[in-house]
């Protein structure tokens, strides 16, 4: 007895030691003695657990023991001991700053879902029994299409854009407005903002082929397309004035005024076939349309390639490939269109003519002196050429006559510019692609 009296108070102060450690740290509990021999009848104590802020039991242990984790939370928490002595829900740094972020992640996360459920409630119509009032559904949208079909009327449209006519443009007679011509349209321009104020079309599946505007009525112009058909517009309206079937293909067109009359004189480069004509149309609208006239001033196998007309009739000139003709009409007194008669001169060129113009510079009149019947006419004629060579006639009336003159030989004759004496002009590199006077000749 007094051996087991001995190992009890041993035991004790072990026991009391044990409890006043502090919290959290590592105790090792022993049985007392050296070899840790059993006493008979009486076993040794078991090893003592350190007391943690949450208990967990040992693996001896088969139920946990109940210890309250704080003062809020009284229900025990089984947790299994470590071999190692730690406690496995003991609080790390590491630990507190994964939850820190954990919970800022799940509080962006939070407010990023709110803002785009605002945002979607912002963009969209308030929704009854799951439809939206703004969008229609699908079977509206069936519905709609076809009545939209039939309530749209579907038109095509003409050309647009496309290219000119290789013609000059023509400018009224204040210059303010510019006149181009497309193949199905003859469009005009404003000069001072070069906008489009007028298009004229042509009907059907015509093209222009020449236009020139009226002498007589300068906010009028005459249009001639591949059927055949003259047409008189007013271009600053855009109302059509006068329609005539010609019968013929017009490639150029020419307008001056009637001598002694107030009506125009269409002078029209017609084709036929191989052969080439000019005629002379006396066009009339409404009561006067009875005394439409026609006269055929002259008839060549070369294509003419443009004619120009001067002094009301009594000069004109036209071009072909390689050769220049220049009529002048005879017995001025006559002005009915039917005794327009034309004595015509021609020469050859050894190139290509690729355009031309001409111009009649009237003579000086002096007061003191008496004006002469019948002056003479100076005709100055520019010639371009496929070689970029400017030739330049001056007075070339007086010049066939001297010719024929020396020559005694007919008016007819062909002659060839050598002969003529004419000035050469030469800084083109390419072909001249257009060539005019000024309104003064100078």
């Keep these: 007895m007094p051996k087991l009296k001995r190992k009890r108070n041993g035991a004790e102060p072990q026991r009391k030691k044990v409890k006043t450690e502090p919290e959290g740290s590592k105790t090792v509990a022993t049985s007392p003695g050296k070899q840790g021999k059993k006493a008979a009848g009486v076993e040794t104590s078991a090893p003592l657990a350190v007391p943690t802020a949450t208990p967990s039991p040992s693996k001896a242990d088969k139920e946990p023991t109940p210890t309250p984790t704080s003062k809020k939370d009284a229900t025990p928490t ?5 071999s190692n002595g730690t406690d496995p829900t003991a609080s790390t740094p590491s630990k507190k700053r994964k939850d820190k972020k954990r919970d800022t992640r799940a509080e962006l996360q939070t407010h990023a879902e709110i803002e785009s459920a605002v945002a979607q409630v912002n963009s969209t119509a308030v929704a009854v029994n799951g439809e939206n009032l703004d969008r229609p559904s699908k079977k509206e949208k069936k519905q ?3 009545k939209d079909k039939l309530a749209d009327e579907w038109a095509i449209s003409g050309i647009q854009g ?10 009224s007679s204040d210059e303010k407005y510019l006149l181009l011509a497309k193949p199905k349209t003859l469009e005009v321009f404003a000069t001072e903002t070069s906008l489009l104020v007028q298009e004229l079309p042509v009907g059907g599946s015509a093209v222009i082929l020449s236009y020139c505007i009226s002498a007589v009525q300068p906010d009028q112009v005459y249009i001639a397309d591949t059927a055949g058909i003259i047409t008189l517009w007013n271009w600053t309206n855009g109302s059509k004035v006068g329609r005539w079937h ?14 002694d009359a107030d009506q125009d004189l269409l002078y029209a480069h017609e084709t036929g076939g191989k052969n080439h004509v000019i005629n002379v149309h006396a066009l009339r609208t409404g009561a006067q349309a ?4 026609l006269k055929r001033i002259t008839k060549t196998n070369n294509p003419i390639t443009g004619i120009q007309v001067l002094l009301q009739g009594k000069i004109v000139v036209a071009s072909s490939a390689k050769s220049i003709l220049i009529g002048k009409r005879t017995k001025l007194h006559k002005t009915a269109v039917q005794d327009f008669e034309y004595i015509w001169r021609e020469f050859e060129t050894s190139s290509r003519i690729t355009t031309f113009n001409s111009h009649v510079r009237l003579p000086d009149t002096d007061k003191s002196k008496k004006s002469q019947p019948d002056p003479r006419d100076r005709l100055d004629l520019a010639i371009g050429d496929s070689d970029g060579v400017i030739h330049l006639f001056e007075d070339i009336l007086s010049s066939f006559a001297a010719i024929e003159k020396s020559q005694k030989t007919k008016a007819s004759k062909i002659l060839g510019p050598e002969s003529l004496r ?3 002009l030469h800084w083109h590199r390419e072909a001249v692609g257009a060539i005019k006077w000024s309104l003064d000749g100078v």
């Design 162 to 171: 496309g290219w000119f006519l290789p013609q000059d443009p023509v400018f």
């Design 246 to 259: 010609i019968g013929a293909t017009v490639r150029h067109l020419d307008v001056v005024k009637q001598p």
């Design 422 to 424: 004419p000035k050469r």
């Design 144 to 146: 709609k299409k076809p």
């Design 290 to 293: 009875s005394k439409t006239e």
């Design 78 to 82: 089984p947790q299994k001991s470590q």
